[in-house]
């Protein structure tokens, strides 16, 4: 399930040689689960089939020749074009310059002054390199009127257009703008924390950060702003959140308790290391000497600190924590809620950690502030982040 499943995509295609890409596009919407309508203009057909598009969207493809047989109006009509959203990829300066100018006379031209729903057009990579005066104009001409310009921004791309997974990825976040949490606050905290022992050695856990992924990726469908503070640094983030990058616990305490002073929610899906060494070594530590003796210190409880700011600020409404526990489950995880001032925390068992799996939870359970307990079996880690805003939404909205 995601913002795409269920929306109805018109996808125009012109005479632009990234043509083939939106066949790559079209497929991708379609594995989505959107409902695609492609339009092609007769330059666009001369490149690439609409038998293509046909077989890939499992529809009637729309072409210029039957366009000019019909009565277009009715066919609007009948249609009852209810699209979400026309994305026109790749755009062609042809038919930028007659969208701008009010040139009607292909059919996605027609199309594309019909539609009552947003527009994403997606200029050919040679138009976006070229400084042509007309073509600025026409571009600012079709902004200033709503409609979404996706342009590449490395101008060593290879491709014709612009990466395909980037156009998804911005139709997945353009979607969900005004959804349920639109205008809400987030904050989602994620991966192991890294306390240093000496230049070279740390102490950390096997969090993989799966978890906050899915649930920063849900918080932005949801169209929350979403703000993920992260010690993943090499792993690309849920397009559209805004991220801040921390090491160790006291970087995320301090990151934590800066963010939350105006946010909805606080979701804690961090590893927070438990100890740090007391003091950090500028030098190696040699195994014969030092290493065997290192002493440790607690780290501070970020959720403990955030609920001492709550309680003169009132923010953040809503704090939820995880616990995986291997015993005692949910005793444990009773205490951590009370002590932590949680509004609810989410709990696992962990019996057999493989950090490389996408590991099915078989059983999460939610203990609640106020004492009901709810189980949910059998949720992909990946997918836990839908599961855990649904909740979300029930105690904000
Ligand atoms: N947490 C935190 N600050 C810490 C340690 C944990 O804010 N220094 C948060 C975690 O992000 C999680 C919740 O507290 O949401 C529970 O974490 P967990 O490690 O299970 O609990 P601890 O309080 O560390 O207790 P223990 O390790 O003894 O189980």
């Not at 632009?16 to 330059?43: C, N, P, R, W």
């Not at 594309?112 to 390199?129: F, G, H, R, W």
Request: hydrophobic content about 45%.
């Amino acid at each position: 399930m995601n913002v795409i499943t269920g929306k109805r995509i018109l996808l125009g295609i012109t005479g632009s040689l990234g043509a083939y890409q939106a066949a790559t596009i079209a497929t991708k919407l379609v594995e989505l689960g959107a409902i695609v309508d492609v339009f092609m203009t007769y330059s666009a057909k001369k490149l690439i089939s609409p038998l293509i598009f046909q077989v890939i969207t499992e529809r009637h493809v729309y072409t210029d020749e039957e366009w000019w047989q019909i009565n277009q109006k009715q066919f609007f009509h009948e249609k009852q074009y209810e699209a979400d959203l026309l994305i026109i990829a790749p755009a062609s300066g042809n038919t930028i310059s007659k969208i701008a100018n009010g040139i009607s006379d292909n059919i996605l031209v027609y199309t594309a002054m019909s539609v009552k729903c947003p527009i994403i057009l997606v200029p050919d990579l040679d138009l976006m390199i070229s400084d042509n005066f007309a073509m600025v104009e026409n571009l600012e001409k079709l902004r200033s009127r709503g409609i979404q310009i996706l342009m590449e921004t490395d101008s060593k791309s290879k491709d014709k257009i612009i990466h395909v997974d980037e156009i998804i990825k911005f139709t997945r976040l353009f979607l969900s703008k005004n959804g349920p949490l639109q205008g809400k606050k987030i904050v989602v905290t994620v991966g192991a924390t890294r306390e240093s022992i000496d230049p070279v050695r740390v102490i950390t856990n096997r969090s993989t950060g799966l978890q906050g992924w899915s649930i920063a990726q849900a918080a932005l469908d949801a169209g929350a702003r979403t703000i993920l503070i992260t010690t993943i640094h090499n792993k690309p983030v849920p397009y559209g959140t805004e991220v801040v990058k921390v090491d160790n616990a006291q970087e995320m305490k301090e990151a934590v308790l800066k963010e939350v002073i105006d946010a909805d929610v606080l979701v804690m899906t961090a590893e927070v290391a438990d100890f740090k060494p007391l003091n950090y070594s500028p030098h190696k530590l040699k195994k014969d000497d030092d290493l065997a003796m290192i002493e440790l210190v607690p780290t501070d409880d970020i959720l403990w600190h955030v609920a001492q700011q709550k309680s003169k600020s009132n923010y953040p409404k809503v704090t939820i924590g995880f616990a995986s526990e291997s015993q005692n489950l949910l005793e444990n995880a009773n205490i951590k809620l009370a002590s932590k001032n949680l509004d609810f925390i989410v709990a696992d068992h962990v019996t057999n950690f493989d950090e490389n799996s996408e590991t099915i939870f078989n059983r999460l359970t939610i203990l609640y502030a106020g004492g009901e307990v709810e189980i949910i079996d059998d949720v992909a880690k990946s997918s836990i982040g839908f599961s855990i805003m649904e909740r979300i939404e029930d105690l904000l909205l």
